[in-house]
């Protein structure tokens, strides 16, 4: 079963920073777009940054020039660096995916194209 296991979250004081990890586990080919979203203590969740396959980034503009996202397609890691973090950035960060899945059913092997989820990773800013 593919899934996405989320690291790195925890409690920091204003300025200081964090990387968060989104490893895909399971029978896995390739990871193609991949992204960050957060949601932050009564607010809706909100995308703060992608990636594409080959590399190619977006971001929030309340995090740019703070935030990083990066990708290792050996290891089927997609990161988020997080400096200079300030207090509005607490919420609870997830991970999200398109999976290219390695599927065997009745003798024949196939690709699948699915979207996951991570479990999520608090992160709390401190001021």
């Known amino acids: 079963q593919v899934q996405l296991v989320e690291s790195g979250g925890g409690l920091v004081q204003a300025g200081g920073s964090l990387r968060l990890s989104c490893a895909g586990s399971?029978?896995?080919?390739?990871?193609?777009?991949a992204g960050w979203y957060r949601q932050a203590p009564g607010k809706q969740l909100e995308l703060v940054a992608d990636?594409?396959?080959?590399?190619?980034?977006n971001s929030a503009d309340s995090v740019k020039g703070r935030f990083t996202i990066s990708r290792d397609n050996a290891k089927n890691t997609v990161y988020l660096q997080m400096n200079s973090l300030k207090p509005e950035d607490t919420g609870v960060y997830y991970c999200?995916?398109?999976?290219?899945?390695?599927?065997?059913?009745?003798?024949?092997?196939?690709?699948?194209?699915?979207?996951?989820w991570g479990q999520g990773t608090q992160v709390t800013v401190s001021s």
């Open positions: 990636i594409s396959d080959d590399g190619n980034t």
């Open positions: 399971g029978s896995i080919f390739s990871i193609n777009v």
């Open positions: 999200h995916a398109g999976v290219i899945g390695i599927r065997q059913a009745m003798g024949v092997t196939s690709l699948r194209r699915g979207h996951y």
